[in-house]
């Protein structure tokens, strides 16, 4: 089975635009994560989609927001970008248990 | 709310030496814990999981972990280091939550080098 894909794989935005990322869960997954990662908070949980409905949320502000497709594949969208968005935005998907398979992140910078 | 605390940020080991990386957490009830490991520049990769049963877990590429509760424990283990190992490794918890699904709550990470 292929793994989990995420596109765009580095990024590079400016203050105050708005970005979106893409995942797609390995086949057959019906769950999508997100997850930002920086040297200084770690890992820290975005939200969670499961059949096109949000199911679980962090703590990050309105701009972060999501969505889940009918074919399970997820974007997330940052809006009004700030630099301390720069992070490796990583997404997860699972199926029926409870284990989760990362895909290689997207590295955004902003200037 | 559950955390994961790993006490050291980085060991050194050397090659063909043992290796244990600690991992506490804290969680009302019974947790789903995981171990990650991420190389620079990638994503993380599971090495094993523990959801119940046997505490003792095997995983991928050698590794096991023992889960302990009286401890709230979950270190990870290797008899035998190789250079290949060298990387970051993360310790998570997973807990159900209301409404179904689940969410990980990761520590902060031990980066291991290997001395050759």
Known sequence: KAGVTQTPRYLIKTRGQQVTLSCSPI?????????????????????????????????????????QFSNSRSEMNVSTLELGDSALYLCASAGEAYEQYFGPGTRLTVT | AQS???????????????LELRCNYSYGATPYL????????????????????????????????EFKRSQSSFNLRK????????????????ASVTGGGNKLTFGTGTQLKVEL
């Open chain 1, 27 to 67: 086949s057959g997954h019906r769950s999508v994560s997100w997850y930002q990662q920086t040297p200084g908070q770690g890992l820290q949980f975005l939200f969670e989609y499961f059949s096109e409905t949000q199911r679980n949320k962090g703590n990050f502000p309105g701009r972060f927001s999501g969505r």
């Open chain 2, 34 to 65: 995981f171990w990650y490991v991420q190389s620079p520049g990638q994503g993380l990769q599971l090495l094993l999981k523990y959801f119940s049963g046997d505490t003792l877990v095997q995983g991928i590429k050698g590794f096991e972990a």
């Open chain 2, 4 to 18: 994961v605390t790993q006490p050291d940020i980085h060991i050194t080991v050397s090659e063909g030496a043992s």
């Open chain 2, 79 to 94: 008899p035998s280091v190789h250079w290949s190992d060298a990387a970051e490794y993360f310790c998570a918890v997973g």
